[in-house]
């Protein structure tokens, strides 16, 4: 392992930029962009220079570590504030960085005429330093503060336009989303603790192999439910569809590419938890083949083209979730899923922006149609993005998404069969859906208002989505050659002494499976949606309503959690008033009354008080004496 | 053998024919040194002074205390009874009580016992001197205040400002002498001083102990507390008959009592003169004694000289020369005492003492003519600004700016 | 008295006489401190007391303390005592008369009740104990071993006590201190040099000045034979006691015929 | 003479300066019971010093002085700007603060 003295540099720089911006108020109101995006740049550099240098290391020394101070020391419990750079965590920070980077310069145009530019450059630059310590932190507690951390700038980032009440109510919608996430975090480090006495990733790992079974599916459990809240996996999904009303770099950056892939992050993280306990591998492919398809259907029913994009996010993190949750080899398949979406996925929401910019903010996407005309470069780009995520050779989504599928049918037996069979299924509505998106933004007649004047964005916006296409369209093969990046991770997740030996279906099987659930899905939406579409959309069927209404997830989370909660709040609420407060208020009666009868003592005359001390004396001496006797 | 076993082995009759023999010096030194006091300050004053009773009219305090003896003793009806008779007593005998701890000589034989002339030896003998005197203005105090009379009460008050300030600046002058003696028993300072007066060495001790001296015995010019032009006699106004004798016995034991100390401390005590230390190995032991006296005079002449020449000075500027001038000037000298003291123990080289001493000459040079500047600087801004005119004709006289010379 | 307290380290016979003469004498004083009515006896009595104990000191073989005693207690505390009640209550003797109800009878019961059960614990604790003495620990000299024991184990305390003194001294001085309220002397004379007239500025006439009469209560007659009325104590003005000027200031006429 | 004499006699004062502290009104009086207080504590403290055979006692009677002299100091300054506003020294007069 080797020692960096970087690492630091990439949380301080943007944190300090950050503060920067947020302490300097206006008078960094015409180049704190500029600034904000020079910083999260060189972050990028930092983080290249640390890549080649990793590169040019090999085996154990590829990891770097920097201690910067004892944070805790509590008895024998001790946590340094240190860094960790891995295999793992170096994907994560060049995609941070990067991306981060493009869609800093994205929203120098996209913000331009907001008032509060400047504000929303600290908060994104506030986003990087907290998911870069996310990913560097070299134990569970540090990750835990980017981990509040990213919370806290992906609250602040879409309550951005606060003043209208339901963005406020989104962002806060969120917020507890997540709590709800992170209390599952916490316990987990503190099921950790007390099993191992170490919260640092190699101290777990140490003693994972030790703890018994009901520890580790307990902390596995917790584990998934943090990963759940933060990467809008079932059952704590419904925030990413509200979480659309941040501004669409946000929800490019943050709720496409990093931010909701923590949890696929801290699952690989954790690896040595989930293989050593086979429960929570369980768990964690259910969550992620529910999720996956309900995503999925959730993205066949949206109007908003922001909504769909985000629900097709969900699907593809299920889709991650479920290779995580299909032991070692599957870790390196979520990762570069994750990785190669990241691009597609960022392509895609910044193409959405771009179409959102230029018909005023209109998400409604049946009142779109024919855009690609007057916006060839979105739509080429965006198109690639469509291509890549739907699993088209040679595209991206074609290498990262087969595997996965492919890994889920060689799970084996029942299982095996079932898992493939969703996320075949998955495939071919993600076809569907997206294949929706794409008709209805960009082709077939045009159905927007005399209003509106569509255009091509500016070159600030359209250069960082080219960018991203060009990575949807390599990235996936550049991956997966020679399955480089299933040997690049070995080391972190123990991938490497872990080879299938029983196939279920053969990669070619699975590649045609595949192919062919797309083409019918894609057929099946062109079908559809080239004709006529309504501008008001149709009642549609029972499902299609179902799916409206995210599958009834808000529905179900108001009457089973919201009402009784509030039940019980105005039950609590009632015996405050009537029982603690009576209770209260006695005493309060009573110490008032013991008061005024007390005041007669306090004549003030010096003298009684001394008299007064001379007696508690005797009393003192009284008791020495009797003590003593 | 030093002084203090030679005192422990003293038989208890010794103690008090020694007792007695104080006693009698100072009685008979009071009597004296009021005859003498007149005679000098009469010749200062171009007059003759008592002539008349005995031979240069030396009988004449006798004669005078005989007649105060004789006069009516009056006691105010708004005098408080008992402290009014209480106040001199106090002041009386608290005066002949510092000489217990004095060494008049050196080693004597007094009825065919070696001894020396000092009643008791205490380690804290100064201490004890300055106890004593603290106690002494007691008498001072209670008389002004049983009076029951204005002019007594201002004396009183006067005196106890006076005393609590001047015995602070008493006491740190002392401290010098201290840290050079390594003791403060009256017999080892002596003996310190064997090579070198205090007077000497510790000069600027000196001066400030002769300053407060002064003022702890309300002598001319600090007798703000019987200040006869202001307070008619102050503490003393209303005493009469033995009582006020016993006040005037008082004011001079104290006198001697303070230029003996004076002389223990600084001037060597009882040795002789500079090279004139054969004497006491010629004529023994007891000859010591003139010596002693002879420095004792001596400050008691100071003590008249002053009287005869300088004049009262007002009561809030001898406040001010105690607290701004005495207590600071102490201090400081302390503090270069005790380096001093620190550099020559550790055996630091004479140079490094030398330039230690020349630098503190320099720095007070240096902060006596800032500080003079200063002055002359604030007199020139009490002028009152001169473009404002005079509302009357002033004739031009050339070269003198007008309301200066007017107003300054 | 010094001789025997000297001696009292090696016999025991004439510290018991001395603490038999001295010790009631100072119970009596401390007694009578509470009762006198002048608070000026209470500080002389004070005063008895704490040269008795000085004397005490010096029999219990503290030399140093005994005397610092009388230095500091007798001769700075109680004649700071002493000035303050010259200053502020000389004549203010205090009234017995209690105005607390049951203040007294408390107070006697709770003295009582305190004083017997400390005797009683006292006579618990220390009764007949041998005493080391100090006779060993003094044999470098009691001073010295003062000064030994307080610059090294006790030197911070030492220094943290100098620091409250001088805090002290400067509180002493903040809180005594009043705004000077009359003018200096000096401040009269330069104010009445500098006012638009110079009238009076060599001080009031005297009354009687120049006029026909010298009475104190006829008016000084002004250089132009006007009657300075500033020329008469405002005493006399009040009471009444004042001639009317105008007969004795002298007339055109008159001056010319002198 | 059995030595705890002294430390009855210290008992004895210090009771008798309690009772002036809550029975005397004049505040000078008061201050003056409490110097009696402390005077009292001192000379247990050097009683104690003797029976121990060592000087703690009679350091700490030391460090009581310095510090009843800042006490008195203080206390007598109290007095006296007390004085000035209201023309009374009794501890009875200052009795406002009762509300």
């Known amino acids: 392992m080797t020692t960096s003295t970087h690492l630091l540099y990439l949380i301080a720089l943007p944190l300090f930029s950050s503060a920067f911006l947020l302490l300097l108020g206006r008078i960094a109101d015409k180049w704190g962009h500029i600034l904000a995006t020079l910083i999260s740049a060189s972050t990028f550099g930092v983080g290249l220079v640390e890549f080649f240098a990793m590169r040019s290391r090999s085996g154990d020394a590829r990891a770097a570590t920097q201690r910067i101070f004892e944070w805790i020391s509590v008895g024998s419990f001790k946590v340094d504030a240190s860094l960790l750079l891995d295999q793992l965590s170096i994907c994560f920070v060049l995609l941070i960085t990067g991306v981060g980077t493009l869609i800093h310069i994205y929203s120098i145009a996209y913000m331009s005429h907001d008032r509060d530019r400047r504000r929303f450059f600290a908060y994104l630059n506030l986003f990087v330093a907290a998911m870069l310590l996310l990913v560097l932190g070299d134990s569970y507690l540090n990750l835990y503060v980017g981990w509040e951390g990213v919370g806290l700038a992906s609250y602040l980032l879409i309550g951005f336009w606060n003043e209208r009440p339901a963005y406020a109510t989104a962002a806060k919608k969120a917020f507890i989303a997540n709590r709800v996430g992170d209390i599952g975090l916490s316990l987990a480090i503190m099921i950790a603790f007390t099993q191992f006495g170490s919260v640092t990733f190699a101290g777990v790992k140490a003693g994972a192999p030790h703890a018994s079974a009901a520890a580790l599916t307990a902390i596995g459990a917790m584990l998934l439910l943090a990963a759940a809240g933060k990467s809008a996996q079932f059952p704590l999904q419904s925030w990413l569809g509200d979480a659309m009303a941040g501004p669409t770099p946000v929800s490019a950056l943050i709720h496409a590419a990093t931010m909701v892939t923590a949890g696929v992050y801290l699952i690989t993280r954790s690896s040595f938890i989930f293989d050593a306990s086979a429960t929570s591998r369980l768990l964690v492919v259910i969550v992620g083949a529910i999720t996956l398809l309900f995503g999925a259907i959730v993205g066949t029913a949206k109007d908003d083209i922001k909504k769909a994009l985000a629900a097709s996010t969900m699907s593809q993190i299920g889709y991650m979730i479920l290779a995580t949750g299909l032991g070692p080899v599957g870790y390196a398949f979520a990762i570069m899923h994750l990785l190669t979406h990241g691009f597609f996925k960022a392509s895609m929401f910044l193409g959405a922006g771009s179409v959102m910019h230029g018909m005023n903010d209109e998400v409604n996407m049946r009142k779109y149609g024919g855009l690609g005309k007057v916006m060839p470069i979105t739509a080429a780009t965006f198109g690639l993005g469509y291509l890549a995520i739907i699993g088209v050779p040679p595209f991206a989504g074609f290498y990262s998404k087969d595997k996965i599928i492919e890994t889920a049918f060689n799970a084996g037996g029942t299982r095996g069969v079932l898992l493939g069979g969703a996320a075949l299924l998955g495939a071919m509505i993600t076809a569907f859906y997206m294949t929706r998106v794409f008709v209805l933004t960009f082709s077939g007649e045009k159905r927007w208002d005399e209003k509106a004047h569509p255009h091509e964005s500016p070159s600030l916006m359209w250069i960082p989505m080219v960018v991203l296409s060009i990575g949807s369209v390599a990235s996936g093969f550049l991956l997966s050659k020679g399955s480089a990046l299933v040997h690049w991770l070995a080391p972190v997740v123990n991938s490497s002494n872990v080879e299938s030996g029983k196939e279920l279906m053969p990669p070619v099987v699975v590649s045609a499976l595949a192919l062919g659930v797309v083409i019918i899905g894609v057929f099946a939406a062109i079908v559809k949606y080239r004709k006529s579409v309504p501008l008001e959309a149709p009642t549609g069927s029972l499902l299609t309503r179902f799916a409206r209404r995210d599958l009834g997830q808000d529905d179900f989370n108001h009457n089973v959690l919201v009402r009784p909660g509030r039940a019980i709040t105005q039950a609590l609420l009632g015996i405050d008033h009537k029982f603690v407060d009576g209770i209260v208020r006695a005493v309060g009666w009573t110490l008032s009354y013991l008061s005024i009868s007390l005041k007669k003592v306090q004549n003030g005359y010096v003298r009684s008080y001394a008299l007064l001390m001379t007696a508690g004396a005797v009393a003192l001496l009284a008791a020495i004496w009797l003590v003593t006797l | 053998m030093n002084a203090a076993s030679i005192i422990g082995n003293d038989p208890g009759w010794l103690i008090a024919v020694k007792g007695l023999i104080v006693f009698v010096l100072c009685v008979v030194l009071t009597l004296m040194s009021v005859w003498g006091e007149r005679r000098i300050v009469a010749r200062m004053q171009m007059r003759l002074g008592p002539n008349r009773v005995g031979p240069f009219g030396l009988l004449q305090s006798l004669a005078d205390g005989v007649k105060l003896a004789l006069k009516e003793d009056l006691i105010p009806k708004a005098a408080d009874r008992i402290v009014f008779v209480i106040a001199p007593v106090i002041s009386a005998t608290t005066c002949f009580m510092s000489f217990a701890v004095m060494p008049l000589t050196g080693k004597v034989s007094l009825f065919g016992h070696k001894t020396v002339m000092q009643l008791t030896d205490l380690p804290v003998g100064v201490l004890y001197v300055l106890a004593i005197a603290s106690v002494g203005v007691y008498g001072i105090v209670l008389a002004g205040w049983s009076s029951g009379s204005t002019y007594p009460l201002l004396g009183g008050l006067r005196s106890s400002a006076q005393v609590i300030s001047y015995e602070v600046a008493m006491g740190l002058s002392l401290v010098a002498v201290f840290i050079y003696a390594g003791s403060m028993s009256t017999s080892d300072i002596v003996a310190a001083q064997h090579k070198w007066w205090f007077a000497v060495v510790l000069f600027p001790s000196f001066i400030i102990y002769a300053i407060s001296m002064v003022g702890e015995t309300n002598r001319a010019p600090f007798d703000l507390a019987e200040a006869e032009g202001e307070l008619v006699g102050g503490f003393h106004t209303e005493y009469s008959s033995l009582k006020f004798a016993l006040f005037f016995l008082a004011e001079y034991v104290n006198i001697v009592a303070v230029s003996s100390l004076a002389t223990t401390l600084f001037l060597g005590g009882y040795h002789a003169l500079p090279g004139l230390g054969f004497t006491e190995n010629w004529l023994g032991g007891w000859f010591c004694m003139v010596w002693f006296f002879i420095k004792v005079i001596g400050f008691f002449y100071l003590f008249v000289w002053l009287r005869g020449t300088l004049p009262r000075m007002r009561y809030d500027q001898f406040m001010k020369f105690g607290w701004k001038v005495l207590i600071p000037v102490s201090l400081l000298w302390i503090l270069v005492v005790s380096t001093l003291r620190v550099m020559s123990s550790r055996g630091e080289p004479r140079t490094v003492i030398a330039a230690f001493t020349f630098g503190i000459v320099l720095i007070i040079m240096a902060g006596s003519s800032l500080y003079e500047r200063s002055v002359r600087k604030a007199s020139q801004d009490e002028l009152p600004d001169s473009s404002v005119q005079p509302s009357f004709p002033v004739p031009h006289v050339s070269g003198i700016n007008r309301v200066e010379s007017i107003n300054g | ?258 | 003479m059995d030595i705890s004499n002294y430390i009855y006699l210290s008992a004895i004062l210090f009771t008798i300066g309690a009772i002036g502290v809550v029975v005397r009104r004049n505040a000078i009086v008061v201050f003056m019971c409490v110097e009696l207080m402390l005077n009292a504590a001192n000379l247990a403290f050097v009683t104690f010093s003797r029976i121990n055979g060592n000087l703690d006692g009679q350091i700490a009677s030391f460090f009581t002085m310095v510090v009843a002299a800042c006490e008195v100091v203080v206390g007598l300054a109290i007095i006296v700007t007390m004085y000035r506003s209201r023309r009374s020294a009794s501890v009875d007069d200052a009795s406002l603060l009762k509300r």
Request: charged share 15%; aromatic share 6%.
């Open chain 3, 1 to 258: 008295m010094f001789k025997m307290a000297l001696q009292v380290g090696s016999t025991h016979t004439p510290e018991a006489v001395l603490f038999w003469i001295m010790a009631p004498m100072a119970v009596l004083a401390a007694l009578g401190m509470l009762l006198v009515k002048k608070a000026v006896h209470s500080a002389l009595l004070l005063a008895w007391v704490m040269i008795t104990l000085a004397i005490f000191y010096i029999a219990e073989d503290a030399l140093f303390l005994g005397i610092v005693q009388v230095v500091v207690y007798t001769g700075a505390v109680m004649m700071l005592f002493l000035f303050i009640l010259m200053l502020v209550g000389v004549d203010s003797s205090d009234s017995l008369v209690e105005n607390i109800k049951g203040q007294r009878p408390a107070a006697i019961l709770a003295a009582i009740g305190f004083g017997g059960l400390l005797l009683s614990l006292i006579g618990r604790a220390v009764s007949h104990t041998a005493a080391v003495g100090l006779t060993a620990t003094n044999a470098d000299g009691n001073v010295q071993g003062i000064a030994q024991q307080l610059f090294t184990r006790y030197v911070w305390a030492f220094e943290v006590v100098s620091a409250l003194l001088i805090t002290a001294a400067l509180g002493a001085m903040v809180l005594a201190h009043s705004e000077r309220k009359h003018i200096s002397q000096r401040q009269l004379s330069v104010d009445r040099f500098r006012q638009a007239s110079l009238a009076d500025t060599a001080g009031l006439p005297a009354s009687g000045v120049y006029a026909r009469h010298n009475a104190v209560d006829v008016p000084a007659l002004l250089p132009d034979g006007s009657a300075a009325p500033t020329s008469i104590s405002s005493t006399l003005e009040a009471r009444g006691d004042i001639i009317a000027s105008e007969p004795f200031e002298l007339t055109a006429n008159e001056e010319e015929e002198n």
